[in-house]
């Protein structure tokens, strides 16, 4: 610690002492007949819970009693605290976790990285914030996830008024962040924030009204602005993957005998090997034997399975499931995202920019016959609606273009149950899944083509109420949590 203080060893011993002083002399007191603080807490353990899938394996630094931790119920589950008293309190209450007194200025080696790191109401009392994250770095590993909360600097007048009447703990001196500062600081710290909202507009506890106005009310602007604590979700900039990987390319092929060809010839390899997998989806014209045939005139690496369901959510299910990529890409077979984009959503992908590429048809011009004009009007609603229920931009939902790791894929099928079968489509069983799993969306525009073959399968009005369903299933599964 010497060489990294320097100048500041004195004061910065000073401050250690202090807070430990604080928080060892709050482990042992005995608790309070009425602990306004308590549902305060009990709203950070609920959205933690949502965040953070059980079963994981789970960082807390600045664990105090271990109770958030717990919570999140995590197969491995490791505390740090400076506070001996507070890790001898965690030891005896969460005897099946580990829980270690140590800085989090300079945390031990734990020997192995993490799926999700916890920092709670931790960053306002750091001597060196940035430093800290600098520290993380050696328990991450690229898809690890920090989940971060840190009091509103607006709130810092009625805190300090709570603490002189005493309705709540003591506090030492804070660092009042913005969330601008810790998106700065995250930054520094080798961290992108993937989303980030705000929480507990009213922290007391009244039946009905507190789960309305913290659940409902609070997302809501201005509100949000006035909430007590801000949440944020990063990850560690890493410089991408070491050596090329494999590729498949599902499409789902119903009516698109005249696509076939072109697909084949169209279709580039990319990575360490490509395979394209067709599922054919019950067709009327003779696209099953078109790609039989074209496939004995082909050295190509090529799949062919008839579709079990329907729908082309159900394809596409079906062809991620016989795909043996490492990176999984959806092509439409109509041909109006061009194949010989695909390459650029792969290089988006290995080169860390994003987890879950998503094609945009909706920022360059599109021929005439693309996209009808009520259709294009739709989807910039839908696409301004989506990005605010899952607090990344999504700029077209609908784009069937979309990659992303097997890996990731595996997750997001693992917890499919989370929203049901509801998506005919696929995009938003994806899109919902990559959201809940807290993946990185980054889109991607493409020029979009005329279909030069058939006819589209999308019923305007149909799946127009399709889609306000599930901007329903967005808002109480991701939104109103």
Known sequence: MKTYLNSTDKAYLDFTQK??????????KPPKKINWSAYYHRRLRHVYQHIIPPGCAVLEVGCGKGDLLAAVKPALGVGIDFSEAMVRAARGAHPEMRFLQADAHALPDLGETFDYIILSDLVND????????????????????????????????????AQFIGTAKSLLDQNWLTQTDMKNLLNLGNFEVVRKWTEVLFPFNIPLFSPLVNRVIARLWPFKHLCMTNMMIARPRSAGAEKPASVSVVVAARNEAG?????????????????????????????????????????RNVKLLKQPGKGKGDAVRAGFQAA????????????????????????????????????????????EEAMRFLNSLGNKFFSVAFSWLLGQSIKDTLCGTKV??????????????????????????????????????????????????????????????????????????????
């Open 19 to 28: 807070r430990t002083a604080h928080w060892d002399a709050l482990a042992e």
């Open 126 to 161: 750091l001597w060196d914030v940035q430093h800290v994250l600098n520290q993380l770095q050696q328990v991450c590993s690229p898809r690890t996830r920090v989940v971060l909360n840190f009091y509103n600097r607006g709130w810092e007048l009625p805190l300090k008024i």
């Open 259 to 299: 696509n076939i060809p072109q697909i084949f010839e169209r279709v580039p390899e990319m990575g360490s090997g490509t395979e394209i997998v067709f599922v054919e989806g019950h067709s009327q014209d003779n696209t099953w034997q078109v790609i039989e045939e074209t496939m004995q005139q082909t050295s």
């Open 324 to 367: 043996s990529g490492d990176v999984l890409m959806i092509l439409d077979a109509d041909l109006t995202v061009p194949p010989e984009d695909l390459p650029r959503f792969y290089d988006a992908l290995v080169n860390n920019q994003g987890e879950f590429i998503n094609g945009v048809r909706l920022v360059y011009p599109m021929e």
């Open 404 to 481: 992303l790791w097997r890996i990731d894929y595996e997750k997001i099928a693992k917890n499919r149950a989370f929203f049901g079968d509801f998506d005919p489509f696929g995009d938003f069983d994806l899109i919902f899944g990559a959201a809940k799993q807290n993946l990185k969306l980054v889109d991607m525009p493409i020029r979009y083509r005329e279909r030069t073959y058939g006819s589209t399968n999308i019923q305007r009005w149909r799946h127009g109420l399709l889609l306000l369903r599930m901007l329903w299933v967005a808002a109480v599964r991701l939104k109103f949590v």
